[in-house]
């Protein structure tokens, strides 16, 4: 998904669900830099302030790669030195979601989901009426009709 304060449009990456742990982190490293750039734009055209706190969520968002709660995100950033309160992680994913960084999904219960979509393919969700498991799938027809 391309975020309107993009500066050019960008191709596409391969999701590759094979990368080892290292390889994560050098993805990391390397996204997190253009959508740190995104973001701090982005709050800069709204006058809203630029805080350690927003940048400890964007990087910890980024490194997730599940379709995760708000909650989770708050629970792993609770404690230790780079510690963000809930009402933080809240607020700085909902400016992540309006920036085109970060996506909010609803599942059946209405629960919010949240993925990273910073530098990836759009892409839709089915969600398991059973198991509750996303699927992620690629449907140009179907994006074409839901824009």
Known sequence: ??????????????QD???EKTGKNNEISRLFPEAW????????????????TRRI??????????H???DDLAGDLAGGANR??????YRTLA?????GIVRE???????????????????EHMICDECGKFIEFVDRGLAEHIA
């Open 95 to 99: 400016l992540l979601v309006q920036a």
């Open 37 to 52: 750039e995104v973001f701090l734009v982005f709050l800069k055209a709204r006058g809203d302030r630029i805080t350690q």
């Open 17 to 19: 669900t094979t990368r």
């Open 68 to 70: 995760f709660k708000a």
């Open 1 to 14: 998904m391309k975020s309107k304060y993009q500066k050019k449009p960008r191709k596409p990456r391969k």
């Open 84 to 89: 963000v309160s809930r009402g933080t992680v």
């Open 57 to 66: 969520v964007l990087e910890h968002a980024l490194r997730r790669k599940d």
């Open 105 to 123: 999904i609803r599942d059946t219960d209405t629960h919010a989901h949240f993925e990273p979509v910073f530098d990836r393919e759009h892409h």
